[in-house]
């Protein structure tokens, strides 16, 4: 009974230190200035902006292709994990989760900070085509927002009976809150039969709904006739980016929620180790696919395509590109090869460079195609040979950033963010050497 | 509907295309007075007599009812979706006798009502090798056969007609963007900020003429189909001097340029008419005729504004001429 006493009380939602409450205000007020920014933009015009006829997605568009691509760490964390039945995953599961319901839900608002007419945005279902992408793009991400609800929800199910009952005495109105969300779990075999099965169908849809997003946000441009976009590789490409940069966020997210809530004893360097395997591992996948996109026409050396990735090799964004590559993806390799390397802290460096990297990535992705079209940017003003975001865009991303922070930040504090139930059944199974059903 | 009546020889071949048209002006527009003297239609009569003027110089006294009511006759949303039948609109571009006038993205421009930068008409000074002489290249918006714009379109907002002309509803556009990406030739435009001129609804808006534009929507060249509708060339075509752009009915084989009327088919067998990047599929119906035996040297192009010719001073050969003094 004291083992689990101390468990709860380690696991159990912590309130803001003085830390966390400048944390979470510096979230706010860039939130806040955000929407304020946008509201400006609403009545100005995207002639706020930095866009122009052909540069006509900035960072909007990048910044919403990498709130997809992160959101894909739900899906290949936890379902894959699970499926494979790897034990280790058990402490960073919920972070995992918690980080695709945040992304995803900001993915679905940014996208729409792009559009030219918000106030027309239910055209999109009155006068919806089904051949257009965008609408591939409309179905899609609603869904893979339900489904990544669920697998939060699902297993967080005893946990919140637990907190229940934990808060009852000290926070009863808390309490009652995670009582009416815990659905009246009582923990009878029923129920965990119910929740089992629910879990593993949960576990295994999210699987193709997170690879028909990432397929379909690559499909965005490789439908489109752009070099650069306009590649057989770009559904492979983004499936493997997007788990660089979901792994990439979870090892940081993982990294500062250990340490502000001190869970040092619960997510261990053993856990670390494994992440930093997992990281290595997607990153050599996308290494492979970089290659394929970047070096392979090099061969054929289509006038075309040798202009875009000179473009990019030694262009406006060479230096982008090139700190893209090395910084987001090589270093990452090296250093993760290492096991001195995948300790906690050098981790956490790698993982801020990989996700700053991959948000460049997307960036590269975006705009420098736009820059090289079929024809000659031609006869136009010399500004729109360029594009760097404007203020408002920087302020309106930011507080995209900050509002997944937020989401993040405010999951965190009121859900066990390591599964509570489960760790205290794997605990009870080391010791009676029973093995654990997951 | 179909009036297949067309004229001999070298007459004015707007007259011709007039008459072409006319048929579907009535069925579109409602009433038209030379349609009407055309096909011999009958139409209810409302009583009211009036006197007008025949564009051969004759006054005669038609029914109030088969005046055609255009210009003042609107093609709503609606209505502009179906094009005007029978038709296959197609343009031939001479690039041979282009010398960067501009009067077509001048006429254009002031047709539709666009700023200085927002050119539904591009010309572009090409080179189409190292040794190949440079040339320049009006580009409106091909109005393609398989126009990725409208498979890309998620609302249906920019659409294909039964005449070939692929136009946009700015009231049902949502601003994605979409579309300006997926064009090959960078002929979208958008309107990226709120206007003046926007609210200027003494013309109530009809996709075939864009006017008033709208905040984030997107417009591109839309071959002029109110003026096709009067039985005249779309502006580009009537304000070149060169006669650089013949425009004309597929169905016909004819195409004009406003003082010559050529067989299409014919004139694109002897000059070796081409599409832009045929490769990629999407078909065109904007031919260019090779940039042979010109009438001018590329550099009589370059006399425009300083302004005009700044926005070309990253062109290799511009800075090639600039170097030889030729500037």
């Known amino acids: ?438 | 509907m179909a009036n297949k009546k067309t004229e001999n020889g070298s007459e004015n071949r707007r007259n011709f295309l007039r008459l072409g048209l006319m048929s579907s002006v009535s069925a579109v527009a409602g009433a038209s007075l030379i349609s009407n003297l055309a096909t011999g239609e009958e139409k209810k009569a409302s009583g009211e007599k009036v006197r007008v003027l025949t564009p051969d110089g004759k006054m005669v006294e038609v029914d109030a009812e088969s005046i055609n009511n255009y210009p003042e006759a609107v093609i709503t949303p609606e209505e502009s979706r179906k094009g005007i039948p029978d038709k296959k609109f197609v343009m031939v571009i001479d690039l041979s006798k282009c010398k960067n006038a501009r009067k077509c993205v001048e006429g254009c421009q002031k047709a539709h009502k666009l700023d200085d930068h927002q050119e539904f008409m591009k010309v572009q000074l090409m080179q189409n090798n190292e040794e190949g002489s440079p040339y320049w290249l009006p580009k409106p918006c091909f109005h393609c056969d398989e126009p990725p714009c409208v498979t890309v379109c998620p609302t249906g907002a920019t659409f294909k007609r039964d005449d070939g002309i692929v136009l946009i509803d700015n009231e049902r556009c949502i601003g994605c963007k979409f579309c300006i990406t997926s064009c090959p030739y960078s002929a979208r435009t958008f309107n990226w900020g709120h206007k003046e001129k926007f609210d200027d609804k003494s013309q109530p808006y009809s996709p075939e003429t864009q006017v008033p534009a709208a905040e984030g929507t997107v417009m591109k060249c839309d071959f002029c189909p109110d003026m096709l509708r009067q039985g005249k060339l779309p502006y580009c075509a009537s304000s070149c001097p060169m006669g650089v752009i013949y425009f004309g009915d597929k169905n016909e084989d004819i195409v004009t340029n406003g003082t010559e009327t050529v067989s299409f088919s014919q004139l694109i067998k002897d000059r070796g008419g081409y599409r832009h990047l045929e490769h990629l599929g999407t078909k065109p119906n904007v031919y260019y005729l090779p940039a042979v035996n010109r009438q001018f040297p590329v550099e009589r192009g370059f006399d425009v504004d300083e302004e005009i010719l700044d926005r070309y001073k990253d062109v290799p050969i511009v800075k090639e001429f600039k170097e030889q003094g030729k500037l």
């Open chain 1, 1 to 438: 009974m004291k083992a689990s006493d101390t468990l709860i009380n380690d696991l159990a939602p912590q309130k803001f230190g003085r830390k966390g409450v400048i944390w979470t205000t510096a979230l706010i007020i860039i939130s806040i200035a955000g929407i304020i920014a946008y509201i400006d933009q609403v009545i100005k015009g995207q002639v706020v902006t930095n866009m122009n006829d052909y540069a006509l997605w900035g960072i909007y568009i990048s910044n919403f292709v990498f709130f997809v691509a992160t959101s894909f760490v739900g899906a290949v964390t936890v379902a894959v994990l699970r499926l494979t039945d790897n034990a280790w995953r058990t402490p960073i599961v919920r972070i995992a989760e918690i980080i695709s319901v945040a992304c995803i839900i900001m993915a679905g608002l940014t996208i729409m900070i792009d559009m030219g007419r918000p106030d027309r945005l239910m055209n999109l279902f009155i006068h919806g085509r089904m051949q257009s992408p965008i609408i591939w793009d409309v179905i899609i991400i609603p869904t893979y927002i339900v489904i990544c609800l669920l697998l939060l929800y699902f297993p967080l199910l005893p946990d919140l009976a637990i907190l229940k009952k934990h808060f009852s005495q000290t926070h009863p109105k808390l309490s009652k809150w995670y009582g009416k969300f815990s659905l009246n779990w009582t923990g009878s075999d029923k129920q965990k039969k119910i929740q089992l099965k629910s879990i593993h169908i949960i576990a295994i849809l999210i699987i193709p709904a997170g690879f028909i997003l990432q397929t379909v946000d690559a499909w965005l441009f490789s439908t489109l006739f752009r070099v650069g976009w306009d590649s057989t590789n770009m559904g492979a490409y983004f499936i493997s980016g997007a788990s660089v940069a979901g792994v990439g966020a979870l090892v940081t997210v993982v990294y500062v929620i250990r340490k502000a809530n001190k869970l040092e004893n619960y997510i261990t360097e053993y856990h670390f180790d494994k992440l930093g395997k997992f990281l290595v591992l997607t990153c050599l996948i996308y290494l492979y696919f970089n290659i394929n996109e970047y070096v392979i026409p090099e061969f054929t050396s289509k006038k075309e395509e040798v202009t875009h990735l000179n473009h990019l090799y030694s262009g406006q964004y060479a230096p982008l590109f090139w700190f893209v590559i090395i910084g987001g993806l090589v270093i990452p390799i090296i250093v993760l090869l290492f096991k001195k390397g995948r300790k906690p802290l050098p981790m956490f460096y790698i993982g801020l460079l990989v996700v700053v990297g991959s948000w460049w990535k997307r960036f590269l992705i975006v705009t420098p195609t736009l820059l090289q079209p079929f024809l000659p940017i031609q006869g136009v003003p010399e500004s729109w040979h360029h594009y760097f975001p404007s203020i408002h865009e920087w302020v309106i991303t930011f507080a995209t950033l900050a509002m997944a922070l937020l989401i993040i930040t405010f999951l965190v504090r009121y859900l066990p963010i390591i599964p509570i139930q489960r760790t205290a059944d794997e605990q009870e199974a080391t010791k009676t050497n029973k093995p654990l059903s997951s």
